[in-house]
């Protein structure tokens, strides 16, 4: 289905979004993850040892939402939370470090579905321009 060409971009990363949404929420349920859970998951595994705060900063999420999000993370057995001084220190458990590596093949996935329309150059091209949209929009 062909878009018009002067269609604003608010809807067109809206519809990225959510087909993204449907996809990983479909996937995501072979590990009983949400896709709002996910991103958690993932950088607690990159940066074991990571605190709740730095956490909260690096995804631009309220404190609040990462506490009831780790949380749900904890009560699955996918992370751990240490109160180091006035930190909470989150470690992925080894059934979480399962848990991430399967949703990072998930993630690939979806970006190869994207590089189906895309060449190569077109593809790292979109991604700088996104990361370059998300910088200075933070």
């Known amino acids: 289905m062909p ?5 604003p971009i608010s809807p067109l990363v809206s519809l990225i979004h959510r ?10 349920k ?7 859970l996910y991103p958690l998951l993932i950088k607690a595994y990159k940066n074991n040892g990571i605190s709740q705060e730095e956490l909260a900063s690096e995804l631009y999420v309220n404190e609040s939402t990462i506490t009831r999000n780790l949380n749900k993370l904890e009560n699955k057995g996918l992370i751990t939370k240490t109160p180091q001084k006035r ?6 458990t080894d059934e979480g ?6 949703i990072m093949d998930i993630d690939e996935k979806w970006d190869s579905i994207i590089r189906k329309s895309l060449t190569d150059e077109e593809f790292q091209d979109f991604r700088k321009l996104l990361l370059k949209i998300c910088e200075d929009l933070v």
């Open 19 to 28: 087909k993204q949404t449907v996809y990983l929420n479909d996937k995501l």
């Open 87 to 92: 930190k909470k220190i989150i470690s992925v």
């Open 30 to 36: 072979e590990v009983n993850l949400s896709s709002g």
């Open 3 to 7: 878009f018009d060409s002067d269609i």
């Open 97 to 102: 470090k399962k848990t991430a590596k399967k």
